[in-house]
Every structure is written in C-alpha cells, then in structure tokens.
C-alpha cells in the first residue's frame, strides 16, 4: 500500500470533522466554526483549515465576538494546515495557550486479527439503548446526552454503533464512521471496573472488521498524546502517527 500523502492528511483532517458533527457551523472567510452547547473542543471550536483572505488579526477578534454572544470560549483547533501558516504564532502571542495536544493515527485493513470475543452487538442507527450506556459509561449529564444525541445523529455517512457485553452487562461501547475508504473511530470506552481486560482492542478490532466489510480500506483515530494506556493498546494493533493537533484556548 502506498504511503500516506499530506494529501491524504487533510482528508483525515476533513473527515474528522465529518463524523465528529457539531450542532451548527458557520463558515467564516475560509474557517469553520463550529457550535454544540460547549460539548467537546471538537465541536466548538474555529477550524482554520482553508484559504484566509481578511486581515488575520480582525478575524481573531470577531471569532472572540461569535464565541462570546455564544456563551462559549473561544478555541482554535492547530493543524498542519492552518491558515494563515503562521496562525499558531499570532495566537501564542495573543495569550492563547496549549491545551490537548493529540496525535492522529492509522493503519491499514488489509489485515485485521479476528476478534476473540464474540459477545457483542453493532447497530447501524443510534438507538436510544446504546445511547444510554454510551452516557453511563462517560458520565454525562442530561443537558450533555441530549447535545451527543443531535450530534450523532448528525452524522450523514455510514455509522456502527458497538456494545460490548459480559454476562449480560454493557461493559464497553464506542462507534466508528465509514467514508471515503476510512473507518474512523470515536469514543471507546470501557466501565472503569473492566478495564485492562482487552475488551477495547476486542470492540476495535470489531470496528474494523465491519468497517471493511462496508468498504473501508483503512482506519483512523485521534488519542491524546498524554493517554498512555491508549497509545500502548493503538501501537500493539498496528496504529502508527502521521501528524500532530492541538487547541489554543485564551487564558482566563
């Protein structure tokens, strides 16, 4: 298979954005921001990823307005792929610090190992169910579940839901997004008493099978470059880097 191009690197960056949906965006002279109640950084944040044309500073501050008649803070998502490039400096110099540095991975599904344990359950649409375990096992409040619900169900490629059982109980779920020949996936999470088990390299590694049984030929995730565990259990499967995020959030 063919190294993975920058060309390929903006796609990821495009698709992530596509299967982590906000509630609403509103495109901004070449940015992207994006609003969902303050759910996630994801999803409430400026994506600078295409051409800027206005002067970078007036942008910056009318950003800060949006944000701020939105009762959110006001945060930056830094790619490679900014623009302007030299972004990242002006808002360094603004007093926007670094939070969340987190890396992007991927591998190839021409070969997955098959999945040893069986007991598990993927729906293809967002059931109320899943959603229930999916709270549970993250604790989120109500005024949360019901933000990850819109947004979930704002996803407009093909979605697989994953439950994992034991003895009857939901211990473990998470989902994966197909598109453009990528699986991407989100939000596994295992209850806090199962844990290093392998049940999550069991659920990924059903994700990616079901992902390349509806055409993915490679897959995708986003980890925090601080989460140990997580980078352990993605290098074992066969994940490997190709580019660095991170948020730039103004100091209180």
Known sequence: ?????????????????NHWQPLSTLLYDGWVLRFA???????????????????????IEECERIYASNQLSTIFKITPFIQPEHL?????????????????????????KEPEHSDVKMDEQLTGE?????????????????????????????TGFISLFIDGQVVACGFGVVEQGYIGLYDIITDANF????????M????LHWGK???????????????APALKLYAKLGFSEIYTYWYRVKKA
């Open 1 to 17: 298979m063919n190294p993975i191009t920058d060309v390929d690197h903006k796609t990821i960056e495009e698709l992530s954005l």
């Open 37 to 59: 109640n303050g759910y996630t950084k994801r999803a409430n944040s400026v994506q600078p990823i295409h051409y800027s044309t206005q002067d970078v500073h007036e942008k």
């Open 88 to 112: 990242d400096h002006i808002l360094h110099e603004k007093g926007y610090d670094v939070v969340d540095l987190s890396r992007v991975q991927t591998r190839s599904l021409a070969t997955i």
């Open 130 to 158: 899943w959603l229930d375990h999916f709270c549970r096992l993250n604790q989120l409040s109500d005024l949360h579940r019901g933000t990850m619900e819109q947004m979930l169900n704002n996803i407009r490629t093909r």
């Open 195 to 202: 844990r290093n088990q392998g049940l999550a390299e069991q």
């Open 204 to 207: 990924i590694l059903h994700l």
């Open 213 to 227: 049984a509806n055409g993915a030929t490679s897959s995708y995730l986003q980890v925090v470059a601080n989460n």
